[in-house]
Each structure stands twice: as structure tokens, then as C-alpha cells.
């Protein structure tokens, strides 16, 4: 049986963009991954609420178990740095990672930044579009240099700024070339004047159909709304950072609902959408409603009314069709949304070598689908990505 495991990760030395863009590297100020992270997590809290009003250490603002992964996270990159000296590593090495993934029966490996958005970050920090591009060109260099001797099994997921529509054609074309086969995106608006399903953006989404270029959308980038005011709870302010992440789940079905509302799958239906790390319980829910409010789940009568609709095909049926959702391996049992979804909607990742993943994710998944029928589990570990992606 085919493993494709559409998530994984690099943990980049901390030189990385010294490596590729010496003279960007110098340019930009340098990238806090701890105030990045928190960022990510806790929305905007950091430009609304008055430094006076915030822990010291911005650690405190992330719920126990963030501070503990942020901090696990750290030390490893400064252990691989470390041990990077004495050989290869799997975190980012192409040739320890093929090793890795002949040990773990991992056929094919898509690898996904940690920390390499960083320039693009501390570059809009200072008001810089232009040096952020750069840096996330610079990223994909580097990936695409790091796997090229094995990018027939190891696979660089492009970072890009859908912003400048013209630029990312070209970023995702360059790195098709490179042997990249998807990128990653923000499940967010583009702006405050533009979705991310607006026909503006219709020519970057062809680009990437005609490529066979994938569309990620992975947590991190891009997060839910939670108001300010729930930051101010008279105790732990670490518990907003909960908030958050319980309205994580809200962040997909928002992006995937304006992709299919819009048209965008229907306009382009070559284009596969990848959703990783965003949880899979809120996917039967979905489906039901995303179909209720347009076709009507129990009749029309229940729906947008008739003719309001009038794409050929449900959200639902465009979901099976372009679409594949990952559980992560350490945190979402597939049972019950095996169950109660079509078969090849969920997909296999590992999410190694990041604490929230597992190295024995392949284990893991085949315990779990014990008495699942053979051709739902090729389905789930490599044959539904597979024959989307043409893989």
C-alpha cells in the first residue's frame, strides 16, 4: 500500500536565510519566533491591548500546554543546530529524511515550513512588502535546494503572499519547476477589501490547476476572530489562548464556504485544496450544513430558495472532488469522522518532526483503521491525494 503523508515538516538551522539571501538576512530586522507564535495564536491581542496590560513574558499569554510545545520547540531547533555539526539530520537533511521515511514505510513526503516565514513577518513589521516576497522566495529556495536530490519523494510546499497575484503565479511557477507540488496560503480575507474567493484572484487559482499545484491552508496561517474583550478574564491570561482555540476550527470552514459559495472550485476544478492540522470532527457538520444553506439538506424548501444556488454540483459533491482535510495524528482519532464521511475526503500526515506528531504515524493510523475495508485504508494513506495530484 501507497503512504503519502501530505504533512510533514523542515525545523530549518537558524541560518537558513543567511544560506540562500545574505544581503536580505542583513536588511531585516531579526524574527522573534516566540512573539510570532503567540501572534498566530492570539490574533491581533498584541496591537490592542496596551503593553501594560500584558504579561512581560509573552510565553504567558499562550495556554500550559502552548508554552510547553513553544518551549520543546525551541530547544529542538537549538539541539539540531548542535547536533547538525556532528551529521545529517532528518528535520531538514534529504538524505536522513529519505532514510527516515524508508524506515517509517512513507513513500512520498510533503514538507511544510516551521519557522521560515519569519522574514516575511519581521519585513511587514516594518511596513517592507517588497523585502517580505523576498523573503518567502527565499524560503522556497532554500526548500527546494535542500530536497532537490530527492524531490520525487520529498516535497517543498511553497510559502507565498497572495496579495500580489502576479508575483505568486510566478513564485508557484518557479517552484513547480522546482518540484514542489503545492503551496500554502492564509485562510483569511486578503485584505479588508478583498476575499480570498474574489475574481481577482481566479488567474493565480488557474495557475496553480494547470500546474497541479495544491492550495494549503494549515493552522497558523490564518486564525478566527475572538474579541479583545475576552482577554480580560480576572485571572490567567493564558486562557484566551483556549479561546482561540476552540474557535479553530471556525478558520477552514469559513475559507472553504467562500471557495465554494463563490464558485472558485466550480471555476477551477483542477484545483485541490489541502486543509492540515485544522482538526476533522467539524467536518460531517459541515458538510450537512454547507449543503442545508444552499440546496437544503431536507429539501429546498430548507435552502438558499430555488434558483438561489446555481452551481451544478453541491458544496458537498465539490468537497469530494477537490478537496482532502488531515486529522493530526496526535490529537484526532478518525473514528467517528471516518464514519460519517465519503472515504476519501480525510488523508494521511504525520505532522513529524513536530511534538504534536508522531514518527510512528503510519502505526498509529493502521491500528486505527483495523476492520476498515482495504480500499478506504489506500484510500486514506496515499490513493486519494494520489490520484488527485497525479502522484
Known amino acids: 500500500m501507497r503512504v503519502i503523508d ?3 515538516h523542515f525545523l530549518e538551522p537558524t541560518d537558513w536565510l543567511h544560506q540562500v539571501a545574505p544581503d536580505l538576512a542583513d536588511e531585516l530586522p531579526p524574527s522573534d519566533p516566540i512573539q510570532r507564535v503567540v501572534q498566530n495564536v492570539v490574533g491581533d491581542l498584541l496591537e490592542v491591548v496596551p503593553t501594560s496590560q500584558r504579561p512581560e513574558n509573552l510565553i504567558d499569554l499562550l495556554a500550559p500546554s502552548g508554552r510547553r510545545a513553544l518551549r520543546a520547540m525551541l530547544d529542538q531547533n537549538e539541539e539540531e543546530t548542535a547536533a547538525a555539526l556532528e551529521g545529517p539530520l532528518s528535520s531538514y537533511d534529504a538524505d536522513a529524511r529519505v532514510a527516515f521515511c524508508d524506515d517509517h514505510d512513507i513513500d512520498v513526503q510533503f514538507l511544510n515550513s516551521t519557522l521560515g516565514s519569519g522574514p516575511f513577518a519581521s519585513a511587514m513589521k516594518i511596513g517592507r512588502p517588497d523585502l517580505a516576497r523576498r523573503g518567502l522566495a527565499a524560503f522556497n529556495t532554500w526548500s527546494s535546494q535542500t530536497l532537490a536530490p530527492h524531490v520525487d519523494r520529498l516535497i517543498p510546499i511553497a510559502l507565498i503572499d497572495v496579495s500580489d497575484v502576479d508575483w505568486a503565479i510566478r513564485e508557484i511557477t518557479r517552484m513547480r519547476q522546482a518540484g514542489s507540488r503545492a503551496f500554502q496560503v492564509r485562510a483569511e480575507p486578503v485584505s479588508d477589501t478583498q476575499s480570498l474567493a474574489h475574481p481577482d484572484l481566479d488567474p493565480l487559482w488557474a495557475a496553480a490547476a494547470d500546474l497541479g499545484m495544491a492550495m494549503v491552508l494549515h493552522i497558523g496561517a490564518g486564525r478566527g476572530e475572538v474579541k479583545k474583550g475576552w482577554f480580560f478574564n480576572g485571572g490567567d ?3 484566551f489562548a483556549l479561546l482561540h482555540l476552540v474557535n479553530g476550527s471556525v478558520v477552514p470552514q469559513i475559507a472553504l464556504a467562500a471557495l465554494l459559495i463563490e464558485g472558485v472550485l466550480e471555476r477551477h476544478p483542477g484545483l485541490v485544496v489541502m486543509v492540515q492540522e485544522l482538526g476533522i470532527t467539524w467536518l460531517p457538520h459541515f458538510l450537512h450544513t454547507i449543503d442545508s444553506i444552499t440546496v437544503g439538506a431536507y429539501g429546498e424548501q430548507f435552502g438558499m ?3 438561489d444556488y446555481k452551481l451544478p454540483l453541491k458544496p458537498s459533491e465539490y468537497m469530494r472532488r477537490q478537496v482532502r482535510v488531515t486529522p493530526l ?7 467517528p ?13 504525520s505532522d513529524f518532526p513536530h ?5 510512528n504515524a503510519v502505526e498509529l493510523y493502521a491500528d486505527q483503521l483495523d476492520g476498515v475495508g482495504e480500499g478506504s485504508q489506500e484510500q486514506f494513506f496515499g490513493a486519494s491525494i494520489g490520484a488527485l495530484l497525479d502522484l
Open 337 to 349: 469522522t471516518l464514519d460519517l464521511v465519503p472515504p476519501e475526503l480525510l488523508v494521511f500526515s
Open 6 to 8: 501530505v504533512d510533514s
Open 329 to 335: 495524528v496526535s490529537a484526532d482519532p478518525l473514528r
Open 237 to 239: 491570561p493564558g486562557n
Open 355 to 359: 511534538q504534536e506528531g508522531r514518527s
Open 305 to 307: 430558495g430555488k434558483g
